[in-house]
């Protein structure tokens, strides 16, 4: 029988990202740490599968590279943030490799945090509607959904401006964040153009932060799902219908998540793994820009 490292990849939970060997040979290995954020695993073992760099992005884990040299396996992964790391070995044959890195640091960023989801139009206000029928309305509303579900998961109080298909006007979405004394506003749309072939994710912003947030989450929407980052520019519209004391205290953000007038991407909006692979990039946007305004020393 063939014996080798057949599978390599990434699973992850609110406390762990976990690599994962698996292998048709005994398990002998060896954990070297090359500084706080990337890592080296050497396997005693052949690669049955092919040489392969995985791009993960989940928050914490960037990529994984897998090699082999000398007849054995290398896995070797980059980190976002310094994690501990627990091992664990499951089976004997085939037999499994887990090496879980803590997401705590994702955590310590979000807690307690309170963050305004606005998911935009809704009711009689359709939104964008692209080639093949699908709602602006729709889409930024499942994405919404999970965008809550994971921000809540990580200790936020993350709070939707509409919870139902019904129409709101921009005085009322702004109220919820200066009702709450939310620490962010990010309201989410789809772009949309005459020409088919344009492609990508772009935002606005308006309040202290709001440059930074808003590209922080176009730059991880252009690494997680992989999409063209079409810029952000300011806009001005949010502060209208602020209390003037309140006109420059937080980033309200709007992040038009894709172009729905691009057939190929108002596709990739029909799957739900696309729509929380959005969500995850927000999360992760977010987390990076709490992370450089806190200016904490990691």
């Not at 502060?239 to 004391?245: D, E, G, K, N």
């Amino acid at each position: 029988m063939v014996q080798g490292i057949t599978n390599v990849y990434i699973s992850n939970t609110v406390h762990f990202s976990a690599l994962i060997v698996e292998s048709l040979s005994p398990l002998n290995f060896s954990v070297n740490k090359i500084n706080d954020r990337d890592y080296k695993i050497v396997l005693d073992s052949s690669l049955i599968m092919a040489p392969d760099t995985i791009y993960v992005f989940d928050g914490l884990v960037n990529l994984v590279s897998v090699t082999e040299k000398g007849g054995k396996s290398i896995v070797e992964v980059s980190l976002t943030y310094p994690s501990s790391y627990q091992v664990k070995k499951k089976g004997k044959l085939p037999a499994k490799l887990m090496i879980l890195f803590d997401r705590y640091f994702l955590k310590s960023q979000l807690s307690d945090r309170v963050i305004v989801i606005d998911p935009g139009h809704g009711g009689k206000d359709l939104g964008h509607r692209g080639y093949i029928n699908l709602l602006e309305k729709n889409v930024v509303m499942d994405v919404a959904n999970y965008l809550k579900e994971d921000l809540i998961s990580y200790g936020a109080y993350a709070v939707k401006t509409r919870e139902k298909d019904v129409r709101i006007g921009i005085r009322d979405r702004i109220s919820t964040a200066v009702l709450l004394e939310a620490e962010m506003f990010i309201s989410l749309h789809t772009n949309w153009d005459r020409a088919k072939a344009v492609c990508g994710a772009k935002g606005t912003y308006w309040g202290k932060g709001g440059k930074i947030l808003c590209e922080s989450i176009l730059e991880e929407i252009e690494k997680k799902p992989g999409l063209k980052n079409l810029g952000a520019n300011i806009d001005e519209k949010f502060s209208r219908f602020l209390p003037h004391s309140y006109a420059n205290k937080i980033p309200f953000v709007e992040i038009e998540l894709c172009t729905i007038s691009n057939p190929v991407e108002e596709g990739w909006l029909r799957s739900p793994v696309f729509k929380k692979r959005l969500a995850c990039a927000i999360s992760n946007g977010i987390v990076n820009y709490l992370f450089h305004n806190n200016n904490i020393d990691v």
